[in-house]
């Protein structure tokens, strides 16, 4: 059973396999002059599927045709490649052709998740009894479509990623509506947080400390569920990466079929076309 509906992974690989560079049926520059064939970029893309989905170890999820090493050596090159980056670009480049991103009102806050390998990415959890931690910044826009992601140490308070995550946003989709406005939770309620958003042109509604949260719940909530929908995938819930650029690549890479999912959603109600999914539920 696929890790993702064909309605996902089909477009997923589509536009992740253009981006690969061509390579020769044959490892070259063997050190016998053997040769070995490669293993298919189908192959491990499937498997990097299984393992982003399930949470699992490379080990658990090898087969003979793909062994853990191969996909380790795999993910490494795609993510200095940066691939995942790009498959997402193009993924909210076709959301906003077909239905349009609601970037005039973006919500942005973190999560932390388990990260207990450590790692370039990796720092004290203050909710987990100080355990090995990451924490990820998503700016999301008002349907919660996610544009802008930025990992840091579990350590790292949500207010100084508050820059990095907006940028991370407007380089994904490029030119921004003239009136944006940005809404926060308590946590970025600052000075600090005033004066960045005003220089980038921006308005912000942010939380006020000391209010009940109901009362003032506004428009953020979309961002909450845009974590809960990444948190479906058990590589974001436990991340066991080391490298950083990996630890993104599986975060953008996880953005994507969120993406793709919330396009196909909403275009069911405005479109027809062949094998449309009869169905809400595309997980």
């Not at 691939?83 to 997402?88: G, L, M, N």
């Not at 991103?101 to 990260?115: E, T």
């Not at 000075?191 to 009362?215: D, H, M, N, Q, Y």
């Not at 003032?216 to 819930?237: C, F, I, P």
């Amino acid at each position: 059973m696929p890790a993702l509906p064909s309605c996902l992974l089909d477009p997923l690989w589509d536009q992740f396999a253009a981006l690969l560079p061509a390579r020769g049926e044959f490892v070259a520059d063997r050190p016998l002059g053997c040769h070995r064939r490669r293993i298919a970029d189908r192959s491990v893309f499937e498997h990097v599927v299984l393992a982003l989905v399930h949470g699992s170890g490379y080990e658990r999820i090898s087969t003979p045709g793909c062994s853990d090493r191969t996909i380790r050596r795999r993910v490494k090159q795609w993510a200095e490649l940066g691939i995942s980056e790009k498959v997402h670009a193009l993924a909210l480049e076709a959301y906003d052709r077909i239905i349009g991103l609601g970037l005039s009102g973006i919500s942005v806050d973190g999560c932390i998740a388990k990260a207990p390998s450590g790692g370039d990415k990796a720092g004290r959890s203050p909710v987990d009894r100080g355990k090995q931690g990451l924490k990820r910044s998503v700016a999301s826009d008002a349907c919660g479509v996610p544009p802008g992601i930025v990992s840091d140490g579990a350590n790292r308070h949500d207010a100084p990623l508050l820059g990095p995550t907006l940028d991370a946003a407007k380089e994904q989709v490029g030119a921004m509506p003239e009136t944006v406005n940005v809404n926060l939770d308590r946590g970025y309620d600052s000075a600090k947080s005033r004066e960045l958003i005003a220089e980038l042109g921006f308005t912000a509604e942010i939380a006020r400390k000391g209010v009940p949260a109901p009362i003032q719940a506004g428009k953020r909530w979309v961002v909450e569920r845009t974590h809960s929908w990444m948190n479906d995938y058990g590589k974001l819930r436990r991340c066991t990466e080391r490298s950083g650029a990996v630890v993104d690549s599986y975060l953008y890479l996880a953005a994507t079929p969120v993406t793709l999912r919330m396009l196909i959603r909403r275009s069911t109600s405005r479109y027809r076309w062949d094998g449309r999914p009869t169905t809400r539920r595309l997980k």
